[in-house]
């Protein structure tokens, strides 16, 4: 992680900084860069850990993950395995969903097939 | 919460290094200091965009034109014939070091507070692995610089610098300043022998292209 990163991730996870991007959204008139357009890619970047770092408070104050404390949000190399593995989880959460969804569909398009038994995964189209 | 010398200090420091960082996302320029002078990058207008385009077609133009030349894909062919290096090998080993890297911090994320020992031992191994990935990737890179498409790359952003980089300068007697270009020209940048105009570069390409 280079220097310019450290700098930009300490101020996004910052209080002053998140009471700043949290009041941007809801009051009209609270900007939080000088310029309205031509965005550099460090204030791009900022805007996204901005998102990032407000997301895993949230998370920290609802008590999401067991894995999520406060240690990892001010460790970076922890959050950025923290972050990893979030996705990876929500994405096998995803999948289960999509599944059960195309089960659900096909089992109301072929009840009889379901009750007798017959029933094959493969059948599923995922594609759909 | 009580209010001690060694918690103000942790303010005060905050609040410098806060201002401090600040530079880097206020707005889309990005200021330095260099020999005691103050010196700043902005954002490249839709036309610097344009014309840096048109310069660095023109520096495609001329390379192609030349002998001992290559473009990228010959110059990997030649890099493995004539040298025995091998690039693609190398991109399999960076895309090898990136899946190990990414196993650790999955192995990490799962670590809970109160095993610092467990936390520090990742943590080391996901640094070590990263350096690996980065000291083959700068090698790929070195080798691959003087392709044809990587010098035309280069040309584009020296002419951004050459177009977007101002200096504070004394206005009048009444010590007013204003903003003025360090280089009238492309030309000009590119005849600088002063360091200035590869920090002025790598300020650039680090408001543009930081990844």
């Not at chain 1, 550099?40 to 067991?66: N, R």
């Not at chain 2, 990490?108 to 191994?125: H, M, W």
């Not at chain 2, 270009?181 to 920090?199: C, G, M, P, T």
């Amino acid at each position: 992680m280079d220097d310019t990163e450290l700098k930009i991730r300490k101020l996004a996870k910052s209080v002053y900084w998140q009471n700043l991007y949290s009041a941007s959204k809801t009051i009209q008139g609270v900007h939080l860069f000088n310029n309205d357009t031509n965005y550099t890619s460090l204030q791009l970047k900022f805007l996204y850990w901005l998102s990032v770092y407000e997301m895993l408070y949230e998370e920290l104050a609802q008590h999401k993950d067991e894995y999520l404390t406060e240690k990892v949000i001010e460790d970076d190399i922890r959050t950025n395995a923290y972050l990893l593995y979030r996705n990876k989880k929500y994405d096998h959460m995803w999948k289960k969903m999509r599944l059960d969804e195309k089960m659900s569909e096909h089992k109301n398009k072929h009840p009889k097939k379901h009750l007798s038994g017959e029933m094959n995964l493969i059948e599923v189209d995922m594609r759909k | 919460m009580e209010f001690n010398d060694e918690l103000l200090q942790d303010v005060l420091t905050d609040l410098e290094t806060l201002s401090s960082n600040q530079e880097l996302i206020i707005d889309n320029k990005l200021p330095f200091l260099y020999e005691g002078m103050t010196y700043e990058v902005r954002m490249p207008t839709q036309r610097d965009l344009v014309k840096a385009e048109s310069v660095r077609n023109q520096k495609f133009v001329e390379l192609i034109k030349q002998p001992n030349t290559l473009r990228t894909k010959d110059l990997i062919k030649v890099l493995k014939d004539n040298q025995n290096i091998d690039i693609l090998e190398m991109e399999k080993q960076i895309k090898e070091l990136e899946t190990q890297e990414r196993d650790l911090y999955l192995s990490l994320a799962q670590v809970k507070d109160g095993s610092e020992k467990t936390i520090q031992s990742f943590k080391d191994k996901i640094v070590e692995v990263k350096n690996k990935r980065y000291e083959i990737c700068l090698e790929k890179v070195s080798l691959l610089a003087v392709s044809i498409e990587n010098q035309c790359r280069d040309e584009y952003y020296r002419y951004l610098t050459s177009v977007c980089t101002f200096k504070l300068v004394l206005r009048d007697e009444a010590n007013n300043e204003e903003w003025k270009h360090v280089w009238n020209s492309f030309a000009e940048y590119d005849n600088e022998v002063n360091k200035i105009a590869l920090v002025a570069l790598g300020q650039l390409t680090r408001m543009l292209i930081q990844v």
